[in-house]
C-alpha cells in the first residue's frame, strides 16, 4: 500500500529556520516525483514546486522560488521543504503528495503539517 | 501561467446531481484532475484525465471536459459528499501545476 506520511505541527517565531518531512513507502521512492504544495487558512491549494528523489532534480513555482527549498533523502525514502527565515505569513498548512508516473496529478496526499509563525 | 475559474459554491439537495464547472482557455486540449477536500482532511483524487475514476471512487462521480470548461458531476449526491472541490492541471509550457480557486460543495 502506497503510504505518504509528514512529520507533525510546528509553532516557530518569525526568523527562525525550519525543515518538515515527508516520508513515502510501500512504492519505489525513487521513481515517482514528490510535491508540495500550501494551503493558507481558509483557501485553496498552491503548487509549491516539486522534487524527483531519483536525481533530486527540483522545479519550482516562481512565486516560492527563494523562499523555500525542496530536497529529498532517497536512503531514507523522504523528501524536505525547509525554510531559511520564517514569516508570519509562512502561517499555513503544507502538504505533500506523490505525483502519478507520468506528473501529471497528486495520486497519493501526505496528512498535512500544520506550521504557525507568530511571535 | 495557465488560470482555472471555478464558481466559489454550488449547493444541492441529497439524491439531485451536481455539476461544478472549472473554466480554462482552451481547457478541453488538456487533461483536469479533480480533487475532493473534506474539513480538516488532505485532498483526495476522485477524477483524472478528464473522466478516469480511481479505485475505490463511487461511480455516482464522473468528469467531462470539452472547449474552455471541464465538469464534475456528482450524481445521487449525498451528504458525505459535501466538500470542497479542486480542478488541476498540468500547463506544458510552464511545467507549472496548477490549481482552480476550489467550489464548495453544500449539501441542502
Known amino acids: 500500500e502506497v503510504q505518504v506520511v509528514q512529520s507533525g505541527a510546528e509553532v516557530k517565531k518569525p526568523g527562525e529556520s525550519l525543515k518538515i518531512s515527508c516520508k513515502g513507502s510501500?512504492?519505489?521512492?525513487?521513481?515517482?516525483?514528490i510535491a508540495w504544495l500550501r494551503q493558507m487558512p481558509g483557501k485553496g491549494l498552491e503548487w509549491m514546486g516539486i522534487?524527483?528523489?531519483?536525481?533530486?532534480?527540483?522545479r519550482y513555482n516562481p512565486s516560492f522560488q527563494g523562499q523555500v527549498t525542496i530536497s529529498a533523502d532517497r536512503s531514507i525514502t523522504t523528501a524536505y521543504l525547509q525554510w531559511g527565515s520564517l514569516k508570519a505569513s509562512d502561517t499555513a498548512m503544507y502538504f505533500c503528495?506523490?505525483?502519478?508516473?507520468?506528473?501529471?496529478?497528486?495520486?497519493?496526499w501526505g496528512q498535512g503539517t500544520l506550521v504557525t509563525v507568530s511571535s | 501561467s495557465f488560470v482555472l475559474t471555478q464558481p466559489p459554491s454550488v449547493s444541492v439537495a441529497p439524491g439531485k446531481t451536481a455539476r461544478i464547472t472549472c473554466g480554462g482557455h482552451?481547457?478541453?486540449?488538456?487533461?483536469v484532475h479533480w480533487y475532493q477536500q473534506k474539513p480538516g482532511q488532505a485532498p483526495l483524487l476522485v477524477i483524472y484525465?478528464?473522466?478516469d475514476r480511481p479505485s475505490g471512487i463511487p461511480e455516482r462521480f464522473s468528469g467531462s471536459n470539452s472547449g474552455n470548461t471541464a465538469t464534475l458531476t456528482i450524481s445521487r449526491v449525498e451528504v458525505e459528499d459535501e466538500a470542497a472541490y479542486y480542478c488541476q492541471l498540468w500547463d506544458s509550457p510552464s511545467d507549472h501545476r496548477v490549481f482552480g480557486g476550489g467550489t464548495k460543495l453544500t449539501v441542502l
Open positions: 510501500g512504492y519505489n521512492f525513487t521513481d515517482y516525483w
Open positions: 482552451n481547457i478541453g486540449s488538456k487533461g
Open positions: 503528495a506523490r505525483h502519478d508516473s507520468g506528473g501529471f496529478y497528486f495520486d497519493s
Open positions: 484525465f478528464d473522466s
Open positions: 522534487i524527483y528523489p531519483g536525481d533530486s532534480e527540483s
